[in-house]
């Protein structure tokens, strides 16, 4: 061979060479990525008997951890997996972690428990997804670990519930790709404590960081999935937990959100002066944050306010302004709002303390993202049930509200108590929600008048008038309200509610024959008589502007109503008057159902302003002895159907849901307490047999 040829076959074979060292590292580096890391037990002997106290701190550790929310399914074994997890690939179900040695994890060593929870490998090798937030739990002390692995070994009931196999396409469901995920975004690394911070807050900063997880919500995912800090500290520190859309909802900033009173009152109860939790949160407070220490609940709130933000700190509550916003009685979302919002946000956006959520000074009314509330107005929200507030209250979705009836809803919301600088919500946004969350709709006949479209009237501004006269009675005809109550005190969400004294079509039945009278009457005569007894009050002057206000409203509702026609949803019903009352029974229910908005006393519920939010069921300030509710069949009606809101998730209201007897028996005991007389009583019924119940 000549030298020319060997020369020329020179970078050839290191070229050759050079690739196969490359192969050789590469084929290392993969499998050192791949390969988990190894199962390491403790130096320390495992306790061989049940230890009550470690068993307790496990349980507290796992409560920290709000294992359960995750780990049991709807209706199922708590701990025996089958929830499922929507991520962008698909759906991942958790899997049963109760000793159960077959299908759960009672075949784990403390080593190999310590290695899922650090690493997200099971014992068996194969990589968990990232749903299961390892990346904090790696933060756990070894303390901790052990308190809690010997908690589920032998403080949680086994269970043989099969782990259900997630549904997740190719190439997703190749597990062996998450060693490259965790190799890159999973540093494993314990909990240091910050030399230069006292007790207190590293206990919070170790909680929030680790146990309590908080960063999987509430803080920003990057390009792979990945939260893209997992603490203050790092270039990318500031983004921990400043807010993140999850599953359709936006998990607030929680930095430097609110005082550390504040904040602990929040996770100790589910509310507080800002605000009521929803979504997933719920949950964390129902098994999970209520039953912290408060010592625990201080460290994590004092960190959380440590948190450098942008946005200014908040003090004290904003105070609660009386006054209704200018646009709510003249725009479309505002008259919506009208409607189907007051009863419980009220005109102000106040609320009502310790019930229904504040809309003014709440930060998911004022942040930029209007997921949550595109949720909450197309799936509803239930309060978290705590110590503090066991009974639960739920707002229905309004799925059955148009897409653009939504958005305008929301935009009034968070124009009036929000950012008004914020984009406007639109309905293609609320459509592409209602798309993804599919919400139940309910189907009942019965179709809601929407107050908005008066609007599109030429005697607008008189309809108005007439609405507002229905909702705002007692403040606007104070000459003519003797007690507390308004129209809409018995004829729900401005007379529009099916079963709840609607206005739909009323205006076609009158003149008609009324027994308690004798005689027949007009609309007007009704209108009045409603003055006089429910309202305790002085009648409207038959040809005045008022009066006409009303009946223009009423006409309104009337449609295409005959005198002959039924009408869906007309009227409160009727209960039996077969059913045989128990007064002490409706005590009972009156205590549990009713007095959290009419008062323990049936005095009402009064706001910081003195104003009534909810009226008095007996009294000087309630309806007199003249008033149809006056009568316990017809007072068992209107509860039975209409009484208590916020009781379920049934559109408008979530009202009624009592039984036909509980209802008879809290009818028989609020309308027998003493309230005021009607001396013209005595001419009623002149013709007609006078019903059983009356009281006169």
């Known amino acids: 061979m000549s030298s020319d040829s060997q020369s020329s076959s020179q970078p050839a074979r290191h070229r050759w060479t050079i690739l196969a060292v490359l192969v050789i590292l590469g084929s290392i580096i993969f499998w050192r990525v791949v390969t988990p890391p190894p199962i390491q037990e403790p130096g320390r002997a495992l306790p061989d008997a049940a230890d009550a106290a470690l068993i307790a701190r496990g349980k507290y550790v796992a409560e920290v ?136 807050w590293n206990r919070g900063a170790y909680l929030v960081q680790g146990l309590g997880h908080c960063g999987a919500c509430h ?68 098994h999970s944050t ?20 942008d946005r200014p700190a908040t003090g004290t509550p904003p105070a609660r302004s009386a006054s209704v916003p200018e646009s709510m009685f003249t725009t479309r979302g505002g008259l919506a709002y009208a409607q189907f919002c007051t009863d419980c946000h009220r005109l102000n956006g106040n609320g009502v303390p310790k019930v229904f959520p504040p809309l003014a000074g709440n930060p998911t009314v ?10 909450l107005m197309l799936t509803g929200w239930q309060t978290a049930q705590t110590q503090a507030h066991p009974r639960i209250f739920t707002m229905p979705g309004f799925a059955r509200l148009r897409d653009d009836e939504i958005a305008e809803i929301i935009n009034f919301v968070r124009a009036s108590w929000g950012d008004p600088s914020h984009p406007a919500v639109t309905a293609a946004q609320v459509a592409a929600a209602r798309a993804t969350l599919d919400p139940r709709v309910d189907t009942r006949p019965f179709e809601t008048p929407r107050i908005a479209d008066v609007l599109k009237e030429p005697n607008a501004e008189q309809l108005v008038r007439g609405m507002r006269l229905n909702t705002e009675t007692r403040m606007l005809l104070p000459n003519h309200v003797g007690n507390a109550l308004n129209c809409t005190s018995c004829h729900m969400n401005g007379g529009t509610v099916a079963d709840g004294s609607p206005y739909i079509g009323i205006s076609a039945f009158f003149p008609s024959y009324a027994p308690r009278a004798g005689r027949i009457i007009t609309l007007e005569d009704r209108i009045n008589g409603c003055f006089l007894r429910s309202m305790h009050g ?40 077969d059913i045989k009352p128990d007064p002490e029974n409706g005590k009972r229910i009156y205590a549990d159902q009713c007095a959290v908005c009419h008062g323990q006393n049936g005095e009402g519920l009064k706001d910081e302003h003195g ?11 309630s309806f007199n002895i003249g008033a149809g509710m006056a009568r316990t069949y017809t007072a068992a009606a209107f509860v039975k ?26 009818g028989e005991y609020f309308s027998h307490m003493p309230r005021p007389d009607f001396p013209p009583k005595v001419n009623d019924w002149p013709k007609d047999k006078k019903p059983a119940d009356s009281r006169y």
């Open 538 to 577: 002085k009648p409207l002057a038959k040809d005045g502007d008022d009066m006409k206000a009303m009946i223009a409203y009423f006409d309104w509702m009337k449609r295409e109503t005959q005198p002959e026609d039924k009408v869906e949803g007309r009227g409160v019903g009727k209960v039996s008057m």
């Open 611 to 621: 104003q009534f939010v909810y009226p008095p069921l007996w009294g000087d300030e």
């Open 641 to 666: 159907r209409n009484m208590p809101i916020a009781f379920h998730a049934g559109f408008p209201l979530g009202q009624g849901g009592l039984s036909d007897q509980e209802a008879v028996d809290v």
């Open 290 to 309: 209520q039953h912290f220490t408060d010592a625990d609940l201080v460290a994590m709130a004092t960190y959380l306010k440590s948190l450098p933000s």
């Open 65 to 200: 951890g709000d294992c359960v929310a995750c780990h049991t399914a709807n209706g199922g074994t708590p701990m025996a997996g089958g929830r499922p997890m929507e991520t962008p690939f698909g759906v991942l179900y958790s899997t049963n972690i109760t000793p159960d040695a077959a299908t759960g994890i009672g075949a784990y060593s403390f080593g190999a428990f310590d290695r899922a929870m650090r690493h997200g490998v099971t014992a068996d090798g194969r990589r968990l997804y990232p749903a299961m937030p390892y990346p904090s739990y790696a933060k756990i002390t070894p303390d901790d670990m052990l308190a809690l692995y010997v908690y589920l070994m032998r403080g949680v009931p086994p269970s043989a519930t099969p782990n259900k196999p997630m549904d997740i396409g190719f190439p997703f469901n190749q597990r062996w790709g998450l060693a490259f995920w965790d190799a890159v975004f999973n540093s494993a690394q314990p909990f240091t404590p910050d030399a230069n911070q006292d007790e207190a």
């Open 219 to 286: 803080t920003p995912r990057g390009i792979g999935f990945q939260e893209v800090a997992l603490s203050e500290k790092g270039g990318s520190g500031d983004k921990f937990l400043s807010g993140a859309k999850v599953e359709e909802w936006n998990a607030i900033n929680l930095r430097n959100l609110w005082t550390v009173k504040d904040t602990v009152e929040l996770l100790k109860t589910g509310q507080n002066a800002y605000s009521t939790v929803s979504g997933s949160m719920t949950e964390v407070i129902n």
């Open 366 to 375: 004022a942040d930029k993202d209007p997921a949550t509330l595109v949720h």
